[in-house]
């Protein structure tokens, strides 16, 4: 029997490398695992704190105008080992970045 799905906006794989920074710090790399309209999964070795606010930029393409780039919060942490995967709510994203994300998410479906 399937489990039913109750998020608002469905998930796309994206295996992509990012960028997460917490205000005012140094970037460090994370892998995106999945994205949706409202959040992101990620991986890494950095440990976060639960609801820790953090940056994050999407590097879609080549160009610079090939990312987007939103606010988050941890919703959630998963551990394995060295390996943290954490669910990201986004809160704050601009419009330029928001087309861009849908944009992306439109060439994974």
Same mark, same amino acid.
């Given at each position: %029997? ?6 608002? =906006? @469905?998930?796309? $794989? ?8 917490? @205000?005012? #710090?140094?970037? *460090?790399? +994370? ?5 949706? #309209?409202?959040?992101? %999964?990620? #991986?890494? +070795?950095?440990?976060?704190? @639960?609801?820790?606010?953090? /940056? ?8 610079? =105008?090939?990312? *987007? /780039? *939103?606010?988050?919060?941890? +919703?959630?942490?998963? $551990?394995?080992?060295?390996? =943290? !995967? /954490?669910?990201?709510?986004? !809160? ?11 944009? *992306? ?5």
């Amino acid at each position: %029997m399937q489990k039913e799905e109750r998020r608002e =906006h @469905p998930r796309f $794989t994206i295996s992509q490398a990012i960028e997460v920074q917490f @205000p005012k #710090e140094t970037m *460090f790399d +994370a892998v995106g695992i999945d994205i949706s #309209e409202k959040g992101i %999964m990620i #991986e890494t +070795a950095r440990n976060l704190d @639960p609801t820790a606010k953090i /940056y994050i930029l999407v590097q879609t393409g080549e160009e610079e =105008h090939d990312q *987007f /780039y *939103f606010d988050g919060v941890v +919703a959630w942490k998963k $551990t394995a080992g060295k390996k =943290h !995967t /954490y669910g990201i709510q986004i !809160t704050d994203i601009d419009n330029g970045s928001r087309l861009a994300m849908k944009l *992306f998410i439109r060439h994974r479906k």
